[in-house]
């Protein structure tokens, strides 16, 4: 099993959708929850960076994370074309230690 | 434009060439990174500088040398590379060890 998993995709939505993106994992010695952005050709960009439970909102935004369950997610409203890029999780442990794992990565597609 | 900058944006190198790749952060972090990115596959850690000292090397060839030569820069030295290891090089930096990293947008290598 991996340490954290996240379905590949691809996730195509009509322009204006509310679009959920996930993320499950295994350890609970995760705290810090990220997620990135990576347009094609590009490195990935950081969107949101959370620490423990909670939600954190950012324009368009909103990150929740449910240790309890050990799962996050990443909601996008008002869903653009320009929002159409691989979406990654990411998490590190308390500890740091400087590894970050990632998950696999959800390719979205959003069509005008 | 991201705050971490890579040179050059790509590189074709023979086998029995050898190169070198540059990165850049004018953030104050104190830790870089190198990844290494395959199509359609996630970041994978490479190496990790910590105030200037080589903190993790991920079981990575020799063929590959990192250097820190001072807090904002870093550099991979390349020497008898293969053809699977041609990918994207993705250059990191963040303020501390729980995440989050800053990344470039990478070196696109290809090793013929």
């Known amino acids: 099993q991996k340490e954290v998993e996240q379905d590949p995709g691809p996730l195509s939505v009509p322009e204006g959708a509310i679009v959920s993106l996930n993320c499950t994992y295994s350890?609970?010695?995760?705290?810090?929850f990220m997620w990135y952005r990576q347009y094609s050709r590009k490195g990935p960009e950081l969107l949101m960076y959370?620490?423990?439970?909670g939600n954190k909102e950012d324009g368009r935004f909103t990150a929740q994370v449910d240790k309890s369950s050990k799962y996050i997610s990443l909601f996008i409203r008002d869903s653009q074309p320009s929002d159409s890029a691989t979406y990654l999780c990411?998490?590190?442990?308390?500890?740091?230690?400087?590894?970050?794992?990632f998950g696999a990565g959800t390719r979205l597609f959003v069509k005008a | 434009d991201t705050e971490v900058t890579q040179t050059p944006k790509h590189l074709v190198m023979g086998m029995t060439n050898k190169k070198s790749l540059k990165c850049e952060q004018h953030?104050?972090?104190?830790?870089m990174y190198w990844y290494k990115q395959k199509a359609k596959k996630p970041p994978e850690l490479m190496f990790v500088?910590?105030?200037?000292?080589?903190?993790i090397n991920e079981s990575v060839p020799s063929r590959f040398s990192p250097e820190c030569p001072n807090s904002s820069l870093l550099n991979l030295h390349l020497h008898a590379l293969q053809p699977e290891d041609s990918a994207l090089y993705l250059c990191?930096?963040?303020?501390?060890?729980?995440?989050?990293?800053?990344f470039g947008n990478g070196t696109r290598l290809t090793v013929t």
């Open positions: 500088y910590s105030y200037e000292k080589l903190s």
């Open positions: 959370t620490y423990s439970s």
């Open positions: 990411a998490m590190t442990g308390n500890t740091g230690g400087f590894k970050t794992i």
């Open positions: 953030m104050g972090h104190r830790a």
């Open positions: 990191a930096s963040s303020q501390g060890s729980a995440g989050d990293p800053h």
């Open positions: 350890n609970s010695a995760f705290q810090y």
